[in-house]
């Protein structure tokens, strides 16, 4: 120690008795968080653990670091009981005992065999890697041992911290996943079989190997916090947890859907075959109007009207087997996929019925037209204009006679308005653009109006 010159004057008592009670109270701390830090929780469990990946590297350094805690704390006490003892030589400590504890506390006199840094595979301070032996002040050597203690300490908080969130996460998740798979089993939701089946065997192979590696390397699912330099600053990264537990959610929602198919498929199919049925007698009905049009109407191309969709109540059977076997499933996406066929079914076949029929209608607003204006015609006393009896006579006889040439049978309709309207001196209204009845006379200002 002699060749170590200290900073500064020579202490005089007090100030040797301050440093003496500050390193005391430092030196009791230090051996606080030492024994605390030997008796945590995380510490133990990474002991016994078998670690893999990141988490083993960083626990051999840890560990190391620890060691030469130990270290360097029993030469950090070794140094203070000296100090201690030349303090005690004396009440009154003489001019060499002041010198003495000045160099013994201020200087760099607590050497450190290097080989106990090496032999612990510790980090070493910058410079000293290699050399025999390590000398320290006191105040140094605090500020060393404050440094392997927050990374080790990190180490160890950080590993509690995941072993402590996650596997009793996974697990309570896990436990959800099995419940799911029985239900999921009752319902014909298996693997290979359904989507959902193969979505649940690959949630429970992620979570088995999720577990083992959260159990052997708990520090690669730690995320530090960010400008924090606190032991254990951070949070469990619970990424592949979270996205695994949303598949299992979207799993539960397409189970809870095969469920309510189970509750209400008959009623289902029940409505299925009605939709159908209306859609047949609907199309039975456009080809009854069909054979009516051809024969009535002359001159009119009348589309052809498709037979029954097989291919719909072929499904419907096939749904009926499904739900007999159970097999709710394959009756889910089945019945969802026919509900919108047969509703479009439905539409079709009225369509098909009302162009079918449009010329019916047509014939069926002149005819009405027609009558609208001799009505008309009568009550002004024209009834036995001799024009108007010829027009309307034949106008009568092409629109109800069969075939009827509508195309024929309008212009006379409209002739018949025309001398009507050319009685009353008046010019005729263009068909199609009378308000309700199309044509029909306006009983306040006389036909044609």
């Known amino acids: 120690m002699g060749d170590t010159d200290p900073t500064g004057p020579v202490m005089d008592r007090d100030e040797v008795d301050r440093a003496l009670a500050r390193l005391g109270a430092e030196h009791e701390a230090i051996e606080t968080s030492l024994l605390a830090l030997q008796d945590h929780a995380g510490r133990r469990l990474l002991e016994g653990a078998r670690l893999t990946g990141l988490t083993q590297e960083r626990w051999t350094a840890a560990e190391a670091a620890i060691t030469l805690l130990w270290t360097y704390f029993d030469a950090y006490t070794d140094a203070l009981r000296t100090a201690r003892n030349i303090r005690a030589r004396r009440r009154w400590s003489s001019r060499e005992d002041l010198v003495e504890l000045t160099e013994l506390l201020r200087g760099a006199c607590v050497t450190v065999a290097g080989s106990a840094a090496a032999t612990a595979n510790a980090p070493a301070p910058d410079g000293s890697k290699g050399r025999l032996s390590e000398r320290y002040s006191l105040a140094a050597l605090v500020d060393r041992m404050n440094e392997l203690y927050a990374s080790s300490l990190d180490v160890v908080v950080a590993a509690d911290v995941v072993w402590s969130a996650l596997p009793a996460r996974i697990d309570l998740l896990a436990a959800e996943l099995q419940r799911t798979h029985k239900l999921a089993h009752s319902v014909g939701v298996r693997p290979g079989e359904h989507p959902a089946g193969d979505d649940l065997e690959r949630i429970t192979r992620t979570l088995t190997r999720l577990r083992e590696r959260v159990i052997s390397d708990p520090l690669a699912f730690w995320q530090p916090a960010r400008g924090s330099s606190a032991p254990g600053g951070g949070r469990p990264d619970t990424t592949v947890y979270d996205r695994e537990a949303r598949a299992l959610e979207d799993v539960r929602r397409e189970i809870d859907a095969v469920l309510t198919v189970r509750q209400d498929a008959e009623k289902r199919i029940v409505r299925l075959r009605d939709v159908l049925s209306r859609a047949d007698r609907t199309l039975a009905e456009a080809r009854t109007a069909r054979g ?7 001159a009119t191309e009348v589309p052809v009207v498709s037979g029954p969709p097989t291919a719909l109540q072929e499904q419907l059977s096939t749904a009926a087997e499904y739900r007999r076997h159970a097999q709710w499933h394959r009756l889910s996406p089945l019945l969802e996929s026919l509900e919108q066929k047969a509703e479009d079914e439905l539409l079709r076949a009225r ?27 009568a009550r002004l006393g024209l009834a036995e204009d001799p024009v108007l009896v010829e027009r309307y006579e034949k106008a ?54």
């Open 351 to 377: 369509e098909s019925l009302t162009a079918v029929t449009a010329p019916l209608a047509v014939r069926a607003e002149l005819r009405g037209r027609l009558d609208a204006y001799k009505a008309k015609a």
């Open 396 to 449: 009568r006889r092409m629109l109800w006679s069969a075939p009827c040439d509508l195309r024929a049978a309008e212009q006379a309709v409209l002739r018949y308005q025309q001398a009507a309207a050319d009685l009353l001196g008046t010019a005729p209204r263009v068909p199609g653009q009378d308000g309700p009845g199309r044509g029909a006379p306006d009983d306040r200002r006389g036909p044609g109006a």
């Open 292 to 298: 009516e049009v051809l024969a009535k109407i002359a």
